[in-house]
């Protein structure tokens, strides 16, 4: 199956970042003008989701909600990472967004992230075409 791999490297911990330029130019190497792009984080402690990109204190709000939603209370799993294991599943792995004249069919304020919850480490994520049969 064809995809493009987008490079993501994180610098902290816990990191939220704008992906949606490195996506759309994914889209444009694979030559996907009308259809749906999958997107696929290959990590179990990072995740992808869309939210509000015109305000960045929002990634924050999202960081500080996950640390409250999944506190570093003692899990089973010994690595220490456990609380990344449990927030990447509340978000999620993929994504399916609709592509329309080559760009990404987001709302005024959307833009697609990338969620880092055990870094820094250098991640990707697989943009796959969904070309449109309609």
Not at 119 to 133: D, F, M, N, Q, T
Request: charged share 25%; net charge negative.
């Amino acid at each position: 199956m064809r995809y493009v791999e987008i490079e993501v490297p994180t610098r902290s911990r816990e990191e939220i970042l704008d992906i949606t330029a490195k996506v759309e130019g994914a889209l444009e190497e694979l030559g996907l003008e009308e259809g749906f792009a999958v997107l696929f984080c290959p990590h179990t402690t990072a995740a992808l989701t869309v939210n509000e990109a015109a305000d960045p204190d929002v990634r924050h709000d999202v960081n500080a909600a996950m640390r409250a939603l999944v506190p570093g209370i003692r899990f089973r799993h010994m690595e220490g990472n456990s609380p990344a294991h449990f927030r990447s599943a509340l978000l999620g792995p993929t994504l399916v967004l609709p592509v329309e004249g080559g760009r990404l069919s987001l709302g005024t304020w959307q833009g697609v992230y990338f969620c880092e919850f055990d870094g820094p480490r250098h991640r990707r994520v697989r943009v796959y075409p969904l070309a449109s049969g309609c």
